[in-house]
């Protein structure tokens, strides 16, 4: 509950409830760059401590636009009732990055690529009223420890809050609102009355509830000495719906419609649940923009899941119909596309990690491995000398020159660097265009009547480029997150381009535009793949689904 009365207590950029030179010192605070990372706003119930967050939100979305090319994010996030997994994934998802948990938060915001998180602030209000007050209390300390993000954190004077960061944090930077309630608030707000929780045991239930009160009962019955366990649906007293919600639940907090979070909760549910959640979830998740044609996730026993994704590829020519699926280790297992089921393994002596693989018409797969070199693994027919001498003369490049994407169309192959060029070595000689600001993260290419690649780069770029003429002035796709997939294949749609960003969301593109269908399964993406009849594939750590687009 609210300490004080939002916004209407505040008037343009002056505080006029008496708190000014409160509001100065927080924006001394935020423009000093040697301040502690964390700031720490305390006073009574009523004082206006929400209030002057508030406040401090409002006035910098309006410097936001003034100051365009400087502007520093300031994200709201409330924590009345709040548990820490759902604050996790609240803050996770304004600042672009993908956590399963509060240490992955830490984790993803201390090592992540993207550094423009680094400009945000988070405003964290009601502290005190929080569900889990002490798991907050040290995800903040370790946040600000990582350095990336400033943070105030609205705690009531006389609840274990403040105390408790003062002690944790290294540095900490103290507003006190003096414990006098605000002269225009009408007093000290009622204790908000503790929200019943829904059923959760129904899927249609859990899916219409507010995302975070769901989180909330899910997280506290898998903490430690708690019976059940979140790692599977045998130890699961919720039929397999409290250990898929914790594993797309980033995605289910977002805003959006029960029937797009039944499709989401639909994509992360294992072949060991209650045999009724399906029906009832496929049902509701009929108003969503994509159908869930299968799941495999982490612990399904039929068809076996197959691990967790590293690399995608759709097999042609004399492999049509099947999916090749690279895990961490380096193997490469082959799976039907229809069901997913096991068709055998890639025979490969490739060391190591595989980063990107390319399937090509005659049934050769070229792999690139993580020192950025190329290996190749011949199919069940002699390769043409050509082909051969062509990929022995790229295998050669590449040791001298190590790539960092991979992909492969008729009598070419396609190589992304770390410099943000990408290079075709082709029967009549190498093209090469320089795309991207940084290191190209993926590449794909279509032959089409008009042939194209399409590359991606951690600047969040997705280009369109035929080799030979110059590249597309304007971007097919970009988004303040790196590019981490790209594959795009011809469809009955015509040419289909699936992209995924570090952020978790994954979309369908025409290159001649058109509608631009997106989804998000929780879980980082880790590769995508698109099917001859134009399904969406996508891998993550816990899941292989194949989605089908309702309409464009």
Known sequence: MPSATPFPAWEGRRAVTGAEAEATALLGWLTDPEAPRLCLVTGAAGSGKTALLGWLAAHGARAARARARRRTARVLVPLAGQSA????????????????????????????EDRRTGRAVLLLTDLHAAAEPEALTELITQLAGVGRVRLVVEARTGTPGPAALRAAARRVTLVDLEGEPAPDTGGTPPEPAARPLPDLSDPVAVCAADPLLVTMGYAAEARPGTPGSPDGPAGDPHGGLRTAWLRAGQALCRDQTPEE?????????????????????????????????????RGDLTPPWPGPVAVLGAAGGPQEGLLLVGDRTGAVRLLHTADASPAGRLPHEVPGRVTALAPTPDGTVLLLDERGRLHTVGGTAPRPPYLRRLTEA?????????????????????????LGSVHAFGLTGLHQAALHSGRVTAVTALDTATPFVCSGGADGTVRLWTPGRAPRPEPLAERAAPVV?????????????????????????????????????????????????????????????????RAW
């Open 394 to 418: 790229v295998s050669t490049t590449l040791t001298r020159h190590p790539g960092t994407a991979l992909a492969a169309i008729g009598g070419s192959v396609v190589v992304g660097d770390r």
């Open 261 to 297: 979070r039944a499709a989401v909760l639909l994509a992360a549910l294992g072949d060991g649940a209650d045999p009724r959640a399906r029906p009832a979830l496929t049902v509701l998740a009929e108003g969503a923009a994509w159908r869930v044609r299968w799941t495999r996730a």
């Open 485 to 549: 997939s790209l594959h795009a294949a011809d469809t009955p749609r015509g040419p289909l381009v699936a992209v995924a960003w570090a952020d978790g969301l994954v979309a369908l593109h025409r290159p001649d535009g058109g509608p631009r269908p997106s989804f998000r399964p929780g879980p980082a993406l880790r590769a995508v793949a698109v099917t001859g009849d134009g399904d969406l594939l996508l891998g993550t750590d816990e899941t292989l689904v194949r989605l089908t687009p």
């Open 85 to 112: 997994l759902g604050a996790a994934w609240t803050i996770a998802n304004h600042l672009g990055v993908v956590a399963a948990t509060p240490d992955d938060l830490v984790d993803a915001l201390a090592t992540g």
